[in-house]
Structures are given as structure tokens and as C-alpha cells.
């Protein structure tokens, strides 16, 4: 080997040894916040219509809930819990998707979807009816757009306590895509 080779091979050592500590402490803080502190997601479908659009991107704040160790669900310190009218992403229990939808009930509410009527504690939330007003949920207003045949009813039923209801605010009848006026 030259002197040449190994006198630039040495000076690769030094720089790498100088630079990558930082470099690597760097990376691994942006990740450690991107799950921490904020992250973004991909709106993939149409059932958050019209809040969402699918194709939109939304910015997460990762902490509204509580402060967990990164990767993990342990929670060094607890936020605000989930109040009906918010929108929130969570991993799918069914198969750990990521979803973005609307907080409808809480812990301890009764809630019932009979005809596309959203109701909580037997009372209806605002107007769910087709004309397109806004529904209430406390200081928070969304359009929703249940009776399009897209889901099932939900008998009345009692969220556990630790536990939301969400929905989209569309579940309106699936698109078909494809060719048109073929027999």
C-alpha cells in the first residue's frame, strides 16, 4: 500500500470517527421525535369526508395524549384523554393500519347509530340527516354523513371506561371505479 492510500485511508478513520458519533446522535434524536413529539400521516380513503380528503396529509401532535417512551405504549406522562368531536389516528386493532377518524363517545356514554341518527345518552347529536348541517360535539362542530348506507346500525351500547367509540364522518355508499355503461 502507498503512503499516499494509507495516509487518506487514516485521515477516512479520523473524520468518521469525529463525525459519525454526532451524525448517529442526530438521526437517532429525529427518530426519538418523530414518535414522541410530531409526526405526519396520509389520508388513504374517503371516510373522513369532507374534513379530509383522501390523498391529504396531516400533521400529528404525538403528545396530546400523554408523553410515552419511544416505540413503546408506556406513558411517562399522562395528557388529556380523547373528547368526542376529536380527530385522532391510532393503530388498528384488526390489523395495526394506521386510521384517522372522529372521537364520538367515551368511557361511560351510551351510544346508539339507528338509521344513519347518531345518538348519545338518548339524545340525538345535533343533525346527522342529509341537508348538511353541523353536528355538536361540546365546543367542537363536524359534518357527518351516516345514513349513506356505508356501515352497520350500532345497537345502544355502553363505551367501557378506557375506551372511544369512532367513526368517519362518511360512511356513505362505496364508489365504483372502473368502466362506465358496460353491460
Known amino acids: 500500500m502507498s503512503t499516499a492510500a494509507g495516509s487518506n485511508a487514516g485521515r477516512a478513520r479520523r473524520w468518521l470517527r469525529r463525525e459519525l458519533p454526532p451524525l448517529l446522535l442526530m438521526i437517532a434524536l429525529l427518530v426519538v421525535a418523530r414518535s414522541s413529539f410530531a409526526n405526519h400521516y396520509h389520508v388513504p380513503s374517503g371516510s ?38 376529536e380527530v385522532v389516528v391510532f393503530k388498528s386493532p384488526r390489523d395495526g393500519t394506521r386510521l384517522i377518524k372522529r372521537v364520538v363517545a367515551v368511557g361511560g356514554q351510551t351510544v346508539a347509530l339507528l338509521d344513519g341518527r347518531l345518538w348519545i345518552d338518548g339524545r340525538p347529536v345535533g343533525n346527522t340527516g342529509a341537508d348538511g348541517e353541523a353536528e355538536r360535539f361540546g365546543a367542537r362542530v363536524a359534518r357527518l354523513d351516516l345514513d349513506d348506507g356505508g356501515g352497520p346500525d350500532i345497537p345502544p351500547s355502553t363505551i367501557p371506561d378506557g375506551m372511544v367509540l369512532v367513526l368517519g364522518d362518511h360512511r356513505g355508499r362505496p364508489r365504483i371505479r372502473g368502466a362506465v355503461g358496460a353491460a
Not at 48 to 56: A, K, N, R, S, V
Not at 68 to 80: K, N, Q, S
Request: proline share 16%; aromatic share 6%.
Open 48 to 85: 373522513m369526508e369532507p374534513t379530509l380528503q383522501p390523498g391529504d396529509r396531516v400533521l400529528v401532535d404525538m403528545s396530546a395524549y400523554g408523553l410515552r417512551v419511544p416505540f413503546t405504549g408506556i406513558e411517562l406522562l399522562p395528557r388529556d384523554r380523547p373528547q368526542p368531536g
